[in-house]
């Protein structure tokens, strides 16, 4: 499955780069245990230390590849990456660098890279999904009118994908899943995503890899290199 869908961005120029950065977005999709050595700066190191230890791992692991993916990428060392990447927020580089995001479900890692913002989100495929619920309960109106008489399955994965859009979109804004989910539409017959206060209609694009729906939202999204 490969469904990308255009339209209009946010305006503002990206700061200059201290190097050449590559001219599209890169995306990685990895098993979320790291193999080898973490690689951890000395505040994430002090920040996975203070987690509950079941969260340590995850945390551990997570900005461990980011930094090693980055790194091979911007051809940097990966522990000097100017990567700011605390527990329950969004990773950022500094201005210059780029734009990241990063998703976890189970045992399994999306991580992004891209000269513009860029949000991504990452579920399994066949997840068990109250889909009905979740419709009637996040989705606008106008969205869940067109998704109510479809039959359980289609109901299920049509809610499924049109939620990792969202959680994609939420992260290429910079917002909130509790203030800002519902106010995201996504319009399957015109392939169009919009949020419904703002007017954002970022670009979007939903991939199948393995069993696992990755949603990328941001400019270019649709010409992102896999790695």
Not at 66 to 81: H, I, K, V
Not at 180 to 196: E, I, M, Q, S, V
Request: hydrophobic share 40%.
């Amino acid at each position: 499955m490969d469904e990308c869908s255009g339209g209009s961005l946010r305006a503002g120029a990206a700061a200059p780069a201290p190097s050449p950065l590559p001219p599209r977005p890169h995306l990685w999709l990895r098993p979320l245990p790291l193999q080898g050595a973490p690689l951890l700066s000395g505040q994430e190191q002090r920040w996975c230390a203070e987690l509950p230890a079941p969260l340590q791992p995850r945390y551990r692991h997570s900005r461990s590849q980011l930094r090693q993916c980055l790194g091979a990428l911007l051809q940097r060392s990966p522990l000097e990456l100017p990567l700011h990447a605390p527990p329950g927020e969004p990773p950022s580089l500094a201005a210059g660098w780029g734009h990241v995001s990063l998703s976890h479900s189970g045992a399994q890692l999306l991580l992004a890279w891209s000269p513009w913002p860029i949000g991504v989100d990452l579920e399994w495929g066949e997840r068990p999904l109250l889909a009905d619920g979740v419709a009637r309960r996040f989705f606008p109106a106008a969205e869940w009118q067109r998704l109510q008489h479809l039959p359980a399955e289609r109901l299920r994965r049509a809610v499924l994908e049109s939620w990792v859009r969202k959680e994609a979109a939420i992260k290429w804004q910079r917002g909130s899943i509790a203030q800002d989910l519902r106010h995201w539409h996504w319009d399957a017959n015109g392939a169009a995503l919009r949020h419904l206060q703002h007017g954002w209609t970022p670009p979007c694009c939903l991939r199948l890899h393995d069993g696992w729906c990755c949603a990328v939202v941001g400019q270019a999204a649709d010409q992102g290199c896999w790695v």
